[in-house]
């Protein structure tokens, strides 16, 4: 079983290559924005907790995300590995992971980063903002908070997995195809 964080800024190419790589490692790929999404536009209890939250572009709260992701991984008993986009975004969501992966014998094999700069990332998501149909893709002052939130409360997981020997940063700069064939070079090497 191999089971991958996906790990990187709003707007660096988690969900596109998570597309790729799902497919070519037989992973499920569980993207907690798009639970989220799935929830709010079925009105469920959940959708409507998370959806001011995420309209602003700050963190849902962790209780509530952590709950909502161990049941995705139960829901898919029989699968090959997890790869996870867009969770953990916390440190309390990192360790609570680890708890309950290590409650099935299993782990967390590697977390991969796709770095880029601020201000390329930032162009990307509201240029996606004209199709997307997201909100907090379409206005800049709310993809700030959203780089805000990274930065006090996901970046201290680069560290967090750096101490697992666990973190490897990849260049996110390049052509989609270029991107997943680095990926899959990290993938193949672990
Ligand atoms: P994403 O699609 O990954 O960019 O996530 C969109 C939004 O969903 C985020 O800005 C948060 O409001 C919420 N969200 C997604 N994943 C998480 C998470 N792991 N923890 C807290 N909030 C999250």
Redesign the pocket.
């Known amino acids: 079983m191999i089971n991958i964080v996906l790990f990187g800024k ?2 660096a190419g ?2 596109t290559q998570a597309e790729f790589l799902k497919g070519k490692y037989n992973l499920t790929h569980l ?7 799935f929830n709010i536009k079925n009105d469920t209890d959940l959708g409507k907790l ?1 959806k001011s ?10 209780e ?3 709950k909502m ?1 161990q049941s995705e991984v139960d829901k898919n008993q029989d699968s090959a590995g997890f790869l996870f ?6 440190i309390a ?1 990192a360790q609570a992971l680890d708890a309950f992966l290590a409650t099935k014998d299993d782990k967390i094999t590697a977390t991969i980063a796709l770095e880029a700069d601020d201000e390329i990332l930032i162009q990307r998501l509201l240029e996606r903002g004209k199709t997307s149909g ?1 909100v ?1 893709d379409q206005d800049e002052e709310k993809i700030r908070n ?1 780089y805000q ?1 990274y930065n006090e ?2 970046a201290p997981l680069m560290e967090y997995y750096t101490k697992q020997n666990k973190f490897y940063p990849v260049n996110g700069i390049g052509s989609i195809a270029e991107i997943t064939e680095r990926l899959s070079t990290v993938i193949e090497s672990l």
């Open positions: 709003p707007g988690k969900g993207s907690t924005g798009d639970i989220f999404r998370a939250y995420m309209d602003n572009g700050d963190l849902v709260p962790d509530v995300t952590i992701l986009d867009g969770f953990p975004r916390t969501q997201r907090d959203r939130e409360k996901t």
